[in-house]
């Protein structure tokens, strides 16, 4: 009997990537084969590989909505990539594609179009980013993860599904975290730091600026992001510091009782999912386009959040709301459970196989 294929594309970043993972292990329980597309130096060629997913490479130019000299010559290599992923489609033949998002997306999404192959894409943020809103007119729909998303999304292709959480991060040992990170004082509340795939330069330099007051309290995982560990800190009781994780993640999530977190759609759903109480620093519209401010004004709006503006951001703020979080979790944590927003697996699931070729 034939295997359903569906081929996956999403780069970037992490974000753009990971949320493919969690869908993975459900489409390969029902008999689809997974192969992705992706660019030869991007984050998502590792992540992929990693899970010994058939691995397509295309050519993509990076989409600014800045000035750069290189916007003229990248035209010619995304028009390179649907070529590319013309070849791709006509030789593997998939029943359908599904986008996460960032610029590789854009080549793929209408080379599928162009072989009459369905699109799911999924946006995270409350306004499609420049990938999704260029991908939208040939995407047959469009899954969102806010209810306010909806009518951002043209043609009436906008489907409110939420996002995909990984099983695996649901299933998180509190009592492996703490002993990863060999904390001496188990009685304390631990703070999650956590800035993105890259890390944060201004929340690192704000958390260690500030630790000796914050372990006075508390006991401290800081994922600092590749290149940014302080040897100074290496050795410093109750604070544990990572550049990246990715198996130890779902253990470290479950051992915090706080969290202070950028505030990527991704990541804030996979907070809500767990239920922990959390401070956002959402990037500014400085080196933004302002889709995590959005983000974080309506997790703060439900109750879920905290939020501190990166421009507001100093040591008093940060330990004035720290402990503020400390106090109030309770509080939290009781709107986080009445949330009606669920994991988006299984809807998601169900819109690829409704318009899935297989159908």
Known sequence: MKKHKIIMTGGGSAGHVTPNLALMPKLTALGYEVEYIGTKNGIEKNIIQGENIKYHIISSGKLRRYFDIKNFSDPFKVLRGIIQSIGIMKREKPDIVFSKGGFVTVPVVIAAHLCKIPVIAHESDITPGLANRLAAPYCTKVCVTFPESIENIKGNKGVLTGTPIRKELLEGSRMNGLRLCKFSDLNKPVVFVIGGSLGSKVINDTIRKNIDSILSKYNVIHICGKGNLEDGLKDKKGYKQFEYVKDELPD???????????AGANVIFELLALRKPNILIPLSKKSSRGDQ????????NHGYSMVIEEESLNSELLIKKLNELSREQDKYIKAMNESPV?????????IIDKYSKKA
């Open 293 to 300: 401010i959005l983000n974080a004004a309506s997790f703060e």
């Open 252 to 262: 470290l999530m479950n051992a915090a009782d706080l969290v202070i977190s950028r």
């Open 342 to 350: 669920k994991n988006g697996v299984n809807n998601i699931i169900n």
